[in-house]
């Protein structure tokens, strides 16, 4: 005779939890798309085009009456896209926090960049100035999007889970990244046995992400609840909520270690990334196609990496595995300062290096944040770790630079990238995160 489950309770709240978890994982896999095929992959590249068919003869565009060099207008817009979400996020989180209403900001800030995304479809001729605007809102969006998605981390997942959860959310992203850059990669290259130009092709791949954006933050929207805030002060202004986020920070202190030892050596981490392709032409002679598929396998890697990472945080805690990952980057760097040219094979290696360190470093280093904000503080704090993210990583490739200007060498400008590692790695190391989560007025996990 059989006998019936008893469900309690807090078998009930527990599978509430993981169905919230598992859409979550999907809002990485909604917008990381915009991240890979537009911004890292083909954005950059056609955008220059566009604004060089509107130049003068002098090779300038004049946004606003502004001369500005038609190579240099992409990477202003992002400059300014940076700009705006340095404006909004802490106003933003803020508002998050003391309505405790996330989601319909979220849905606001995802439908802003996937419907701007969707957009660019039209940026074609000389409309150099609808891609800025549409690049701009963007990628602000995303910014501010993002932060909101982080945000969610110590809500939805106990002490315990957070590696885990968020090494899966960043496999998730990077998993999306990868199918998606294959498909566009087939469309792009074969895009004349498709009957289509090259220019169409580009811009499909460019609104396909938007698309993707939009249709699969439904999943997350519909999962994610919002959790209410007895607090119900109205948010500042722009940089007076900056200001008073600021302030509360510096009482406590060991977050702020934290997420200055963050600022650095994530700054090494996107310098990497942005970098990489520059080093591979310039220096080592690899045509694009060589480039490209370096990134497809950045992004499959990753998901492993991210994974794996996950799993070693919780034998040896998420501080150890980090600062693991710095000395792996050292490592990756010194190799790379030694790659023969014309040598696409060592190249590869390189990339799969950077693959396997990359998810599992950034998954980890938001899930330990998670664990120094003070609870009902998440998106306000969120704010500034994601103004470290995506705002504050300017150092980098200003050394990158200004090496490359002085020695006129791309394998000394790489190799001077070691110190954001091993200054990082000296500041956590020296960041005491058990005290740091207490004096936060966090519960201590037994590996952290």
Not at 70 to 96: D, E, K, N, T
Not at 122 to 150: E, H, I, K, P, T
Not at 155 to 179: H, K, M, N, T
Not at 276 to 304: D, M, N, R
Request: hydrophobic share 50%; aromatic share 10%.
């Amino acid at each position: 005779m059989g006998t019936d489950t008893v469900r309690t309770p807090q078998d009930d709240g527990a599978a509430d939890l993981k169905r919230e978890q598992r859409g979550w994982y999907f809002y990485d896999w909604a917008c990381s798309v915009y991240s890979t095929s537009v911004l890292t992959v083909f954005l950059g590249p056609y955008l220059t085009s566009v604004a060089e068919s509107a130049a003068d003869a002098d090779g300038y565009v004049h946004p606003l009456g502004i001369p500005v060099r038609a190579g240099s207008f992409f990477a202003y817009s992002v400059s300014l896209s940076v700009i705006v979400a340095v404006l909004v996020m802490p106003l933003v989180g803020a508002a998050a926090d003391r309505t405790g209403r996330k989601k319909p900001l979220l849905a606001i800030a995802a439908y802003t960049g996937a419907t701007a995304t969707a957009a660019m479809f039209f940026l074609d001729g000389d409309r150099y100035l609808l891609g800025g605007a549409l690049l701009v809102v963007a990628n602000a969006a995303q910014s501010v999007a993002m932060m909101l998605y982080n945000s969610y981390l110590p809500q939805i997942a106990p002490p315990e889970q957070r590696d885990a959860v968020s090494s899966r959310g960043w496999a998730f992203g990077y998993a999306a990244g990868s199918l998606v850059l294959v498909v566009n990669l087939v469309l792009y290259t074969g895009h004349e046995s498709f009957g289509i130009s090259e220019s169409t092709a580009v811009r499909i791949c460019l609104a396909s992400a938007g698309l993707w954006w939009g249709a699969f933050a439904l999943i997350p929207l519909r999962r994610l609840r919002d959790r209410r805030s007895a607090a119900r002060e109205a948010a500042l202004p722009g940089f007076r909520q900056l200001a008073a986020t600021v302030r509360d920070m510096r009482r406590h202190p060991l977050t702020l270690a934290f997420l200055l030892a963050y600022l650095v050596y994530n700054d090494g981490i996107q310098t990497v990334i942005s970098q990489a392709s520059v080093y591979g032409s310039k220096e080592l002679g690899l045509g694009q196609s060589t480039l490209i598929g370096a990134i497809l396998l950045v992004q499959v890697l990753a998901v492993a990496g991210a994974l794996t990472m996950g799993r070693l945080a919780r034998t040896y805690g998420a501080k150890r595995t980090i600062l693991g990952s710095l000395v792996a980057w050292t490592l990756t760097l010194a190799a790379g300062y030694f790659l023969p040219a014309g040598a696409p094979v060592w190249f590869f290696v390189l990339a799969a290096g950077i693959g396997l360190v990359l998810g599992g470093s950034q998954a980890l280093s938001r899930s330990l944040f998670s664990h120094l904000v003070p609870p009902g503080k998440e998106a306000e704090y969120f704010s500034a770790y994601e103004m470290s993210d995506r705002g504050m990583s300017w150092l980098g490739p200003l050394l990158f630079g200004l090496t490359y200007q002085l020695t006129g060498s791309y394998r000394d400008a790489i190799i001077s990238l070691v110190g954001f590692f091993v200054i990082g790695f000296v500041l956590l190391a020296r960041v005491p995160v058990g005290r740091a989560i207490r004096e936060a007025g966090n519960p201590v996990p037994d590996k952290i």
